[in-house]
């Protein structure tokens, strides 16, 4: 009786629980060691750092010898899928990579600045199992309030305050309209869960009336999802946020995230709406990729700040997964997973060189975070030059990079949708975008400029960082050796929506 309850209720959180014990743990040795007076009030920011890479090593670990079961647990609020199961993975993975690249961060002496990255972590893991409106509510918020700490959690800065006041009130807004769609789908149906209401709405046929407020419960909840996505028309918080967050704060935004919601999702399109109300979200997807792919291209046209270019970059990444998500078939959420995969690295790859190209010391009339810095680096540093041209490269989807074919997969499945003219837009789009990119690699190679505003010199290089963010540009760089794994690892993500 013991052994059943540990199967059904404690191993599929096993992870979770253990990365909770060590924020106690680090919590504890914070508290005590912080204020001693016997060792001279030491900095404990290292250590909590090396105790939670440990710890979530350690997961990863244990992840790998975990045998997935699938099934709902603790009274139906979490289940355990191969969406869930494998999608740990890709949190762990990409969680271990982000330390890696930013090993030590500037301004940040606190050590609660860790615990508040593994609490993310731990709800992040937690709303992939999430599968009734109350834990998807709760966790959704949990994760939102240590986002709202990590915007601001530079002090000293005026654009780090501007922008964590700026997320917490559109973040607040965002989730009142969450809190509003689910209590009217409640009112509607009497459920809360997200198996209970793929049966109830099984019967329902498209022609069938009903209530009103279903549909504009749907209207608030996309809306709420797409807010945290970073869609347009609801991407007014990103490129703000991501300018006044810390470097280290904006690549953790930027990259994972995204599994989580673009997970929950999936699940609320094809569990949720089940075949009903196609219509409506078909439309819906419809209107925000067309303005997601303008809104971005258009937007990372006029940046010359490399964080608010990323920003205006990630809503164009975004029209994709929605131009996959339009056609509403789950055959097509393969093509979907790949292009999340080959996102995530790309982004990281991306983070990972302007982690590199911070330990650049600029004279002090100049800023590093416009992309005119650019110009000195293959001065300075050619390895460093060509990396960052691969990686750009990539996102621009020249091939054999794995940005070329993570779009062909996307505009594949549209052609056979038949969503002709979206995937012409993003055609024209794309070819528009090339010229923004390859204009930041004509700014490093073929400009001329006056070696007196050269850098002076260059700090010592965090020799971890260098080493992740050449394993992440040389995987992309030779990953279409050996596309089997991608997709392999994709359909494994897509078999939770298999009928």
Known sequence: MILNFFYLNLYPLLIEFFLTLITCFCLIFGVIYSNSSFWQFPILNKSIRFFILQGLICSFILLLTTSPIFFMYWNNLLITDSLSFYGKFLILFFSIIWFFLFPTIKNILNFEFWILILLSIISLNLLLQASDLLTIYLLIEFLSLTFY?????????????????????????????????????????????????????????????????????????????????????????????????????????????????????????????GGYLFNEIYFFFIICTFLSSVVGTAGALLQTKW?????????????????????????????????????????????????????????????????????????????????????????????????????????????????????FNLLVLNCISCFYYINLIKKNYFISINRFYLPITTTSVKQESLIIFIILVLSLLFVFLDLDFVFLFSNLLRNAFLN
């Open 307 to 423: 964080k608010r270019f990323i920003a205006f970059s990630s809503i164009t990444h975004i029209s994709f997964f929605l131009l996959n998500l339009s056609s509403l078939n789950s055959d097509n959420l393969i093509y979907l997973l790949i292009y999340l995969l080959i996102y995530l690295l790309m982004s990281s790859s991306f983070f990972g060189f302007f982690a590199i190209f911070k330990n650049f010391k600029f004279p002090s009339f100049f800023t590093p975070r416009f992309f005119t810095s650019l110009v000195f680096l293959n001065f300075t540093n050619r390895p460093l030059a060509i990396l960052f041209t691969i990686v750009f490269f990539t996102f621009a989807g020249i091939p054999p990079l794995p940005g070329f074919f993570a779009k062909f997969c996307v505009l594949y499945s549209a052609i056979s949708s038949l969503f002709l003219f979206l995937v």
């Open 149 to 273: 700490i990590l915007t601001s959690i530079n002090r000293t800065s005026e654009f780090s305050t501007e922008s964590g006041l700026k997320y917490f009130i559109l973040g607040a807004f965002a989730s009142s309209l969450l809190l509003f769609g689910f209590t009217l789908l409640y009112n509607f149906t009497g459920l809360t869960n997200l198996q209970d209401f793929f049966i109830f709405f099984t019967g329902y046929s498209s022609s069938q009336q009903l209530n009103f407020a279903f549909p504009l419960s749907i209207f608030f909840i996309l809306t709420a999802l797409l807010f945290k996505l970073g869609s347009a028309p609801f991407h007014f918080w990103i490129p703000d946020v991501y300018e006044g967050a810390l470097n280290a704060i904006t690549s953790f935004f930027a990259i994972l995230p995204k599994i989580a919601i673009l997970t929950l999702l999936l699940r609320f399109v094809f569990l949720v709406f």
